[in-house]
């Protein structure tokens, strides 16, 4: 009677009790933007790879919207704006809202509140995705005014092409490159001939490496460095950061190869990216802390897979398509990513994770 009633008790109490706990909240977050990867481009990589992938093994998936304010067809501008900054904006606008008004993205947000920051990526460092996380322009093009403000962004570690935007500038001679030294950067060019482990660089230091004078060559063509410096990226800011860190990390060139509609070099784009993934999904399962996300921009190609015992790429167009691209994620805060949502909830939901 005593022990039913105790039992009753607990039963009818103890799930409201434990659904109240806090939910869990990440230190870290690593966002991965595949630009140009739709479920095709996905399908094509599961079935040249051994199961399960890196991705098979990320329990959270959603589907995000990834439409601009003025357009179904999306660019990886308003894209990554929507994604860094929680507004839907204009194809070609970075970092501003549909009035080409500025707006904090994740970044600045982080960085203001002792986070440390950074960025990996394929493209060039002042190319549309990661610009969208520092930049505000209205218009992408403006490489060399985007270079300006990455110097003036205050990002701790930052890696990719385009070192001439810094150093050979039709807007004026200022040498970027000194400046981001003048501003505790070590910064690494394109043209040394000894690798660099970021990770033992003295943590006082700022890094910039510079992994090519132009954009980066193509995975097909011998580019190697991207899963490896996406690794030493994370380390370095583990080294530095004690009140955690986010870092975006952007396979950018398998939308380049979908507007060629090559499927060999978008084969290659997709191992390399499937490459990095394998090394930074181990490297988050070490600890309990970072919250990894993996995602795209939009779709690009509007690519299909026909054949019987192989898969053979088709695609449909040279442009961006307006598919529902999905969302993987995995660790602390991961579930937030269920659900059908639009791409500015990407950040709405990572500014409530680490409480921005
Ligand atoms: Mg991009
Ligand atoms: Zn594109």
């Known amino acids: 009677m005593i022990l039913s009633a105790v039992l009753g008790f607990?039963?009818?109490?103890?799930?409201?009790y434990f659904s109240e706990d806090p939910p869990e909240k990440p230190t870290n977050i690593i966002l991965v933007i595949c630009d140009g990867m739709g479920l095709s481009q996905i399908a094509l990589a599961e079935y040249l790879t051994r199961p399960p992938s890196s991705l098979a093994q990320m329990e959270v998936v959603g589907l995000q919207k990834t439409h601009s304010a003025n357009n179904l067809e999306t660019d990886s501008a308003a894209s990554g704006t929507a994604m860094s900054c929680g507004v839907k904006t204009f194809n070609a606008g970075l970092g501003v809202d549909a009035d080409s008004q500025a707006v904090a993205s994740i970044m600045d947000l982080a960085s203001e509140k002792g986070m440390k920051t950074g960025f990996v990526v394929t493209s060039s460092v002042v190319h549309a995705t990661p610009a969208a996380f520092y930049a505000h322009v209205y218009s992408r093009a403006a490489y060399e005014a985007i270079a300006a403000q990455l110097v003036e962004s205050g990002i701790d570690v930052f890696a990719g092409g385009g070192?001439?935007?810094f150093v050979d500038r039709y807007a004026d001679d200022t040498n970027l490159l000194q400046v981001l030294e003048d501003r505790n950067y070590v910064v690494l060019t394109?043209?040394?001939?000894?690798?660099?482990n970021l990770k033992n660089i003295d943590p006082e230091h700022k890094i910039a490496l510079f992994t090519a004078y132009e954009d980066p060559e193509r995975a097909s063509m011998g580019r190697k460095y991207f899963p490896d410096v996406a690794i030493q990226a994370i380390e370095a800011l583990e080294k530095r950061a004690d009140k955690g860190y986010f870092l975006m990390i952007e396979a950018s060139q398998i939308d380049w190869a979908a507007h060629a509609n090559s499927p060999e070099w978008l084969a290659l784009e997709m191992q390399d990216a499937y490459d990095m993934l394998d090394k930074v999904l181990e490297k988050v399962r070490e600890d309990e802390n970072t919250l990894l996300i993996v995602t795209a921009d939009h779709e690009c190609g509007y690519m299909s897979l026909t054949g019987k015992r192989s898969p053979r790429v088709k695609f449909h167009t040279k442009v961006h398509s307006s598919q529902m691209v999905p969302v993987f994620a995995t660790g602390p805060g991961a579930e937030e990513f269920l659900g059908i949502y639009e791409n500015t909830a990407i950040f709405d939901k990572m500014k409530k994770l680490l409480g921005l």
């Open 163 to 165: 070192e001439r935007y």
């Open 10 to 16: 607990w039963l009818a109490y103890a799930p409201i």
């Open 190 to 196: 394109s043209d040394r001939t000894v690798g660099n």
